[in-house]
């Protein structure tokens, strides 16, 4: 289900310095199955613990385009792990080239074992940070307080300096690491501004509030970090649904729990009553209801008897069912959801490459003042040297963007996990951000609008009521031969006792023709019954009736005449109607664009509310039609499940594919993925977009306007190194809050 970027998609990996804190940036996101899926097969893995953002990943990426002979890399900054495709000569040259750009590369195991061994390390390493942090906060409180206390003891003031020391280290010794790196390689990130503001403060005597603010500064970090694994790994829920056994069914018609990564397709699986689905497959036995909530955000349980479909992570409520196993554990529907969720995370949205070029010019900007401050206040307006570098110091530490930066990543994640849980896949920040601008959406009529699956709508026997039932066992019996989905339709539909057919056979382009209880009859179109002769004004003033409802006509005859007619239509989505008024509310145009004949796309479109409709459309009209709308309306979308619908979802600004009967290619191509065909669900996107915009530009409001603030108190001097950490602190966490509230954000109109 996942979509490599195409011409639409210009999202992708950002390369500025203003990375935040370790894990805060790119924390992980998932584990198991999901990062296997994402690791191409057959190539080398390293952990490379100091990979935390984008501007590791250029470094590495700059020392690998030296090596010769690399057919693939693969960065999962999540998990800090790189995949590479090579032979065992280049991998040695490629770890050689890593070491060398100063990173030190730890090959790894893939599979949901390792990973998990993995994910213990990293809460072990998190442990021991917590507690690394709470001794270098006592220690910087025990430096302020042996300087209080010092006055004119030489002792205390030495024995503060030492614990001011050891604090520093402690908290920031990876700040310092990143920072140093940072200023050898000629560029000013955050690391860098706070390595030089504590060094600067300690060298000027202010060392317990050098002490003081790198322990601060560390902790806000690690809150920060921890506040936004709340975005990054709301999806990584959705890989224990899946239960990790599954009961099959053996040669000997035993049951034995097996590992679900071990099943094989065509396997059949039992699940009782209460039970997860295990993987996606095909019921074989029984009838149920099940919770597909998990996966495609319905609220209500639904039916499932022989011949629908299951889904890894679904929960089985009512009664037993057997099914046939479809996907393997890597290929489920789940699998792929959280796949595609974790490519979407790694590209950059529009607002957030906007803020990381604006941090790549304001960083050095502040830098340039601070050091314009530090210089011209004594020489301009006779201020002392150490204050005036005090002041520089206090404005390092206010402009620090980290606040900024990582306001956007954590928004946009936690709208992109909030779609998620209801059965919305989108594939990038791009579309997420993009949505809101829709000025039209062109949608497919089967499957989209419609059910997509033919029902019987009326019926009525020519030879008077006495004869309705022997009549429609007759054309039940006919219709349930024939694998045409008309007569699929009819024969559901009558649901009457069977007759024995036989001589049966079909009839190309017109029916079928068979003989019940020594009879022969004929269940086929108008063109059948014309070559017969037996057409009569009355008759087509019937079917032009049913034709006029966009009603597919079969009719049932024997040698004698026409005895029955059975009108067959595609019925429309009960929540089609009110998407369509949701979208007019929202000031986006509704165009049905279908292959259909026009007189059945017209009534379809009159129920659903949809005014503009063309139908006879070839896949490269669609298409045409989305380029037409395009340069009429301005960004537009397409909503379609079909083969016949991909150019145009991928000529589109933004595609919709219906996930639950659509085409992998359908899907494929198009940007966002509706899990449970339901259109309310493109509105409801539209809703989030526009949520999500507010909350982005009010976190960057408010990242800007506390920094402006405070930046202007410490030019003034009245603002302290010790409510510039706090000012950072609290502007970082007021946005990283605001951030989070979208996994739990209403769209619902």
């Known amino acids: 289900m996942s979509n490599s970027p195409s011409s639409k998609d210009v999202a992708g990996t950002s390369t500025n310095d203003d990375c ?3 894990d805060a940036c790119c924390a992980p996101v998932a584990k198991g199955a999901a990062l296997a899926a994402a690791i191409p ?13 984008a501007v590791e990943e250029s470094d590495i990426r700059r020392a690998l385009d030296k090596v010769d002979g690399i057919r693939s890399v693969n960065f999962q900054l999540g998990a800090r792990t790189l995949a590479i495709q090579a032979s065992d000569d280049v991998i040695a040259v490629a770890v050689a080239a890593i070491r060398k750009a100063g990173y030190e590369p730890t090959p790894v195991k893939v599979g949901a074992e390792s990973e998990a061994e993995q994910e213990a390390e990293r809460d072990h390493d998190h442990g021991a940070g917590v507690k690394r942090l709470a001794a270098a906060l006592v220690l910087a409180i025990g430096a302020e307080a042996l300087h209080y206390f010092s006055s004119d003891t030489t002792a205390l003031k030495y024995a503060g300096l030492v614990v001011a020391v050891v604090a520093i280290w402690l908290s920031g010794v990876e700040t310092y690491t990143k920072g140093i790196k940072a200023l050898v390689r000629g560029r000013l990130n955050i690391n860098a501004l706070m390595s030089v503001a504590v060094t600067g403060a300690f060298f000027i005597g202010q060392w317990p509030e050098a002490a003081m603010v790198m322990a601060l500064y560390a902790i806000a970090e690690l809150i920060e970090a921890r506040a936004a694994d709340r975005a990054r790994n709301a999806i990584k829920g959705l890989i224990a649904l899946a239960p990790e056994e599954a ?10 729990a097996v590992a679900s990564k071990s099943v094989p397709l065509e396997a059949i699986v039992r699940i009782r009553p209460g039970e997860r689905v295990p993987l996606d497959g095909i019921v074989t036995e029984g009838r149920s209801a099940v919770n597909q909530a998990p996966v495609t955000g ?16 679904t929960i089985n409520e009512t009664a037993e069912l057997q099914f046939r196993v479809t996907s393997a554990a890597s290929d489920t529907t789940l699998a792929r959801i959280i796949h595609a969720v974790e490519e979407a995370q790694g590209t950059r949205a529009p607002t957030q490459r906007f803020v990381d070029r604006f941090a790549a010019i304001y ?7 601070a050091v314009a401050v530090a210089v011209a206040s004594p020489l301009l307006f006779g201020m002392a040297w150490l204050d005036a570098i005090y002041k520089a110091l206090v404005l390092l530490v206010v402009a620090c963007p980290c606040a900024l930066v990582i306001s956007t990543p954590v928004t946009v994640v936690s709208a992109l996990a909030s779609a998620a849980r209801r059965g919305i896949l989108i594939k990038g920040g791009t579309y997420l951000e993009e949505a809101r601008k829709l000025k039209v959406l062109a949608l497919d009529k089967t499957g989209t609008v419609t059910e997509g699956k033919p029902k019987l709508v009326d019926w009525r026997s020519l030879r008077g009521a006495d004869d309705q039932e022997p009549i429609g066992r007759i054309a039940m019996s006919m219709a349930d031969r024939s694998d045409h989905p008309v007569s699929k339709a009819i024969a559901k539909g009558l649901a009457l006792p069977l007759s024995d057919v036989s001589s049966f056979a079909a009839l190309p382009g017109r029916g079928t023709e068979g003989v019940v209880d020594g009879r022969k009859f004929v269940l086929g179109n108008i063109r059948l019954i014309e070559e017969r002769g037996m057409k009569s004004p009355e008759l087509e003033a019937e079917l032009k009736t049913h034709e006029e409802q966009g009603r597919t006509v079969t009719l049932l005859a024997d040698d004698d005449g026409v005895l029955a007619i059975f009108a067959v239509a595609d019925t429309i989505k009960e929540s089609s109607k009110q998407a369509v008024a949701e979208l007019k509310v929202l000031g986006v145009a509704a165009v049905m664009l279908t292959g259909d ?3 059945t796309a017209k009534t379809i479109a009159a129920q659903a509310g949809i005014d503009q409709v063309l139908g006879n459309l070839l896949p490269e009209e669609k298409l045409a039609q989305i380029q037409g709308l395009q340069t009429r309306y301005g960004l ?11 150019p145009a979802l991928a000529q589109s600004d933004i595609g919709f594919a219906m996930g639950g009967m659509g085409t992998d290619i359908a899907m494929e191509a198009a940007d966002v993925v509706v899990m449970n065909d339901d259109l309310r669900r493109i509105p409801e996107t539209i809703r989030l977009s526009r949520k999500t915009h507010t909350v982005l530009m009010q976190n960057i409001s408010l990242a800007l306007g506390i920094k402006a603030v405070f930046m202007v108190l410490a030019i003034f ?8 950490v706090f000012a950072d602190m609290g502007a970082t966490l007021l946005v990283v809050a605001n951030g989070l509230r979208l996994m739990k954000a209403k769209t619902e109109a």
């Not at 009961?247 to 034995?256: A, T």
């Not at 960083?363 to 003042?369: C, D, K, M, R, S």
Request: glycine share 10%; aromatic share 8%.
């Open 20 to 22: 935040c804190a370790a």
């Open 41 to 53: 097969a057959g190539a080398s893995v390293f952990r490379i613990p100091a990979m935390d953002c």
């Open 247 to 256: 009961d099959v069914l053996q040669s000997d018609k035993s049951w034995k």
């Open 298 to 313: 319905e609220s209500l349980p639904v039916d499932r008897t022989v011949g629908d479909p299951v889904y890894a992570g």
């Open 363 to 369: 960083t050095p900007a502040v830098f340039a003042i």
């Open 597 to 599: 004949n026009v007189a």
């Open 636 to 646: 537009t979308g397409m909503t379609g499940d079909g083969i016949n619908d991909a």
């Open 717 to 724: 001097g009245t603002a302290t190194m010790w409510m510039a």
